[in-house]
């Protein structure tokens, strides 16, 4: 499974941003997906993730975001969202998206894309 992750960019707090990864390969509804993020100075954290489909695409997000995030993902299309509503300065990190084959954890993931930019001004 290759991954493409693509939509970050500058935006002031309060903004909206969407991330989309858009995947390779065959079966993409038999993976998990998750959003990952990494600050300088920071170790890589859990975002959100999505269940593959016998899952029923249940979602998981971390505390932080909670109530402003959301993950979502199109099987015709390969492709996972990351709807980024109440954007903070403390969101600037580099977002990764990541996949894995069957149930979705948090960590724990196979396959990475290369990472979008995501900066956010007070």
């Known amino acids: 499974v290759q991954l493409q992750a693509s939509g970050g960019g500058l935006v002031q707090a309060g903004g909206s941003l969407r991330l989309s990864c858009a995947a390779s390969?065959?079966?993409?509804?038999?993976?998990?997906m998750g959003w990952f993020r990494q600050a300088p100075g920071k170790e890589r954290e859990f975002v959100a993730g999505?269940?593959?489909?016998?899952?029923?695409?249940?979602?998981s997000y971390a505390d932080s975001v909670k109530g402003r995030f959301s993950i979502s993902r199109d099987n015709a299309k390969n492709t996972v969202y990351l709807q980024m509503n109440g954007l903070k300065p403390e969101d600037t990190a580099v977002y990764y998206c990541?996949?894995?084959?069957?149930?979705?954890?948090?960590?724990?993931?196979?396959?990475w894309g290369q990472g979008t930019q995501v900066t956010v001004s007070s």
């Open positions: 999505i269940n593959w489909s016998r899952g029923g695409g249940s979602t």
């Open positions: 990541a996949a894995r084959w069957g149930v979705m954890k948090k960590d724990d993931y196979d396959y």
């Open positions: 390969g065959r079966a993409f509804s038999a993976y998990a």
